[in-house]
């Protein structure tokens, strides 16, 4: 069988088949004929769904001799997972697909570039700025632009950062935003980066939509929390599972108590080198980590398999947050669980996530 697209070429039909991909998602019905006829597009789906494809097919489908494609993304694992699965795409293309982010040595990104001319450059902002600030990396090739979980990087701080790239990329670029929400004060912002007269596409992904079992435990005290936690993954021992916290402290102090209590767990949050985080995320998709306790550096579009349960041990204040966490499970049509547990002074925060879902319903 080929995967169900005659406008990609075989080397790219080829590897989709190799990594088991026999026909495009809802979305990618909806968006890769568009993008494939040079039309800007503002991708909106949700989480699992097969985002990462629809921008990325089209690009190594028409990207030619001396064009580029920049794709920045708000997490150093987000971009290291983009570049992974397009150089997947790509196995049987002469395409050069590297990530830049910020924990690494500039002066080895310098390096990689001084030797290899990239086709797609997948990034952090803040890492991207800093490459062309010291002109290593030059904007004069980009064909293709793509901002993946825009709505995250447009509220995370990096809007002048991603202002700032942007405004130095050519003006007849063709141009990606790509989110599973796009709330209006966002949609305002990252409307100037499109052409007018773009597409906004979505797509009901019918039979892939998340089957997320969502549960809400109310929970006393914090001895309390911990006692219920210990427990959900006693029952749960030979599944994989993340536990979502608000802090760095929370991470490690909670993945150290439950390693002393017999549980094969790591801590994921941004004070890790980056050759520890790419380290405990491998341990984790290899099943050698049964828990993952993480700040919510893991929760942005990171597409881990066979991940089972989520526990929101922490109940966040942004209601996007919460969806951004649930949505490591229950991906391409699979089903998942949600755990929530919820402390008194978290029922605020419930009771905003529970309105933000009915409205976006």
């Known amino acids: 069988?080929?995967?169900?697209?005659?406008?990609?070429?075989?080397?790219?039909?080829?590897?989709?088949?190799?990594?088991?991909?026999?026909?495009?998602?809802p979305i990618q019905e909806v968006a890769i004929p568009?993008?494939?006829?040079?039309?800007d597009l503002l991708i909106q789906a949700r989480t699992g769904t097969g985002k990462t494809g629809a921008f990325a097919?089209?690009?190594?489908?028409?990207?030619?001799?001396?064009?580029?494609?920049l794709i920045l993304a708000p997490t150093r694992e987000l971009a290291i997972q983009i570049r992974d699965h397009m150089r997947d795409m790509a196995k049987f293309l002469a395409v050069n697909i590297f990530a830049f982010y910020g924990g690494t040595p500039v002066s080895k990104d310098a390096e990689v570039l001084s030797r290899r001319e990239p086709h797609v450059v997948a990034g952090t902002p803040g890492r991207i700025r800093?490459?062309?600030?010291?002109?290593?990396?030059?904007?004069?090739g980009v064909r293709y632009l793509v901002l993946d979980e825009m709505d995250v990087m447009l509220d995370m701080g990096f809007r002048e950062e991603v202002d700032w790239i942007v405004s130095r990329t050519p003006g007849d670029r063709q141009t990606f935003l790509v989110s599973a929400t796009v709330p209006d004060e966002i949609m305002e912002s990252a409307v100037r980066y499109l052409k007018e007269g773009y597409?906004?596409?979505s797509a009901d992904p019918g039979d892939m939509r998340p089957k997320i079992n969502e549960i809400v435990l109310?929970?006393?005290s914090e001895n309390q929390k911990v006692r219920e936690l210990e427990r959900i993954l006693k029952e749960n021992e030979d599944r994989k599972i993340m536990v979502f916290v608000k802090m760095r402290k929370n991470a490690r102090e909670l993945a150290s108590l439950l390693r002393r209590r017999g549980f094969k767990a790591s801590d994921l949050h941004g004070d890790m080198?980056?050759?520890?985080?790419?380290?405990?995320?491998?341990?984790?998709?290899?099943?050698?980590?049964?828990?993952?306790?993480?700040?919510?550096?893991?929760?942005?579009?990171?597409?881990i398999e066979g991940?089972?349960?989520?526990?929101?041990y922490h109940i966040p204040d942004d209601p996007k947050v919460y969806i951004h966490r649930i949505g490591r499970t229950g991906r391409l049509g699979r089903e998942g669980t949600a755990i929530n547990l919820v402390s008194p002074s978290e029922k605020a925060n419930l009771i905003r996530i529970r309105k933000f879902k009915k409205s976006v319903a």
Request: net charge positive.
């Open 1 to 25: 069988m080929r995967f169900e697209f005659s406008q990609l070429r075989d080397e790219i039909q080829k590897a989709l088949n190799v990594m088991g991909f026999l026909k495009p998602t």
């Open 34 to 39: 568009l993008a494939l006829k040079g039309r």
């Open 57 to 69: 097919l089209p690009i190594l489908e028409r990207i030619s001799y001396g064009e580029r494609a």
């Open 130 to 140: 800093d490459l062309i600030e010291r002109g290593i990396l030059r904007l004069d």
């Open 199 to 201: 597409d906004h596409v």
């Open 218 to 220: 109310r929970i006393g």
């Open 273 to 303: 080198s980056q050759r520890k985080r790419e380290a405990v995320m491998r341990a984790f998709r290899r099943g050698e980590v049964k828990v993952l306790v993480a700040t919510d550096v893991a929760s942005r579009g990171l597409d």
């Open 307 to 312: 991940v089972s349960v989520i526990i929101n």
